[in-house]
Every structure is written in structure tokens, then in C-alpha cells.
């Protein structure tokens, strides 16, 4: 009979070595070899109710582009001087209808003195009431010109023409006098009883003092009325 071929003995089986995990070179920050760190897993950013969400480490914080409006620049007035929203120079509206209101009360004086030994009592209150009619319009067109809408001019303009009125009619009572006189009395006049001219313009309580009344109100009422048209003509043109 033949034999079989001949076999090795077999070796008993051992069990597999565990294979050892890959040991990471020595860091040299971390000499003795200390165990890491646990490593836990990165969080979703969280969104702050409000305020949008979280800024990421890392990454630069954006916003969103607002539109830019180009405004106008605001420029102030010029040093010690204010916007003025009535249009007009209220200043100078009172200092010419001052001159003005001078000049025709001037004119008037002229007037009286030149023609008082033919007028009569009819005649004198004629003159006085147009005087003050006239005065009131020369003073109001102007300031109203002048002063534009500006409340200020418009109670100037009031003022005067009434003063104009009144000082009108009191300086030709002494020329009167030191005409029909003589000058000297003039001035014994003005030293005994200085307030004898206005005293001539009231006149007395049996006299049409109603008159001289009836002149200021028709001077302060034409300079009012004049300023105000023509304050408002010129502010629409």
C-alpha cells in the first residue's frame, strides 16, 4: 500500500495579534505625552432674537448697504444777520417815512405861513385834514415799499404820519406870530408858556376840536392802509 506524502506537523493556531493604533510623533510642546483634549462638536450659531445672528469667529462681520441720500447743506446766515421772512427792511422803512413825513410836514408850514392872513376858519381845518390825509400816504406807500409785509414798518408808518400831522400845524404858530408880531414875543412865548402852540392846535371847548382828533386818525389810518397794500403788492411781485 502507499503511503500518503508526507505532511509537516502543524503548528497549533495562535490567536491574532491586536494590532496597536499608530502612535503620533512626540509633540514638542507636549513632552510627556499627555492625553488631548476631548473634542466635542462644533454648535450652529445661534440666533439672538432681535439682533440677527451670531457673528462666526473668523469671519468678518458684514451689513447690508444703506442708501445714501445726498442732503443739502445747511447754511447759516452771515454773522449778525437774520433770515427776515416778511420780505422787507422794517428799519429802514421808519427811517424814510421819518424824513418823508418830515418834508411834507415842512411843506405844509410853508403853506399855512405863507397864506394865513387870507384863510379862513373853513380853510385852516381844509389844510389841516389834507395835510394829515397826505402825510399818511406819503409815509404808508413807503414804508410798504420798503418795509414789505413786516408788522414792524406798518406801525411805524402809524406813528408818524399822526406825529407828522401835529408838528406840522404846532411850528407855523410861532412863524405866525413873529410874523404878525414880533420876534421877541416869540420867545417870551416859548419862556412863559412853551406848550402854547399845541394848546392852538386843540383850540378850545366852544372850537371844532373834533378837527384836530379827526387829523391824527385820518394820518394814522391812511399810513396803516397804504403800508399794508403796498407791502402786499410787492411781496407777490
Known sequence: MSQPPFQPPQQPSQSPQPSQPPQSPQNPYNPYGQPAPPQYPQQPPQQQPGYGPAPVPGHP???PMQPMHPGTPYQAPPFGQQP?????????????????????????????????????????????????LLNGVAVGALAGLV??????????????APLGAFFGYT????????????PS???????????????????SASDTTWISLLGLVVAAAAAWGLAYVAGNRGRRA
Open 171 to 182: 411850528n407855523a404858530v410861532p412863524l405866525v406870530i413873529a410874523d404878525s408880531q414880533t
Open 61 to 63: 462681520t458684514t451689513h
Open 185 to 203: 414875543v416869540v420867545w417870551d412865548m416859548l419862556e412863559n408858556e412853551p406848550f402854547f402852540p399845541a394848546k392852538a392846535w386843540w383850540g
Open 84 to 132: 427776515n421772512t416778511a420780505g422787507g427792511n422794517p428799519v429802514g422803512a421808519v427811517l424814510l417815512g421819518f424824513l418823508v413825513s418830515v418834508v411834507v410836514s415842512v411843506i405844509y408850514t410853508g403853506v399855512i405861513f405863507a397864506t394865513y392872513k387870507d384863510q379862513s376858519e373853513t380853510m385852516v381845518h381844509t389844510l389841516y385834514i389834507g395835510h394829515a
Open 147 to 160: 418795509g414789505g409785509r413786516s408788522d414792524g414798518a406798518r406801525i411805524g408808518a402809524a406813528v408818524i
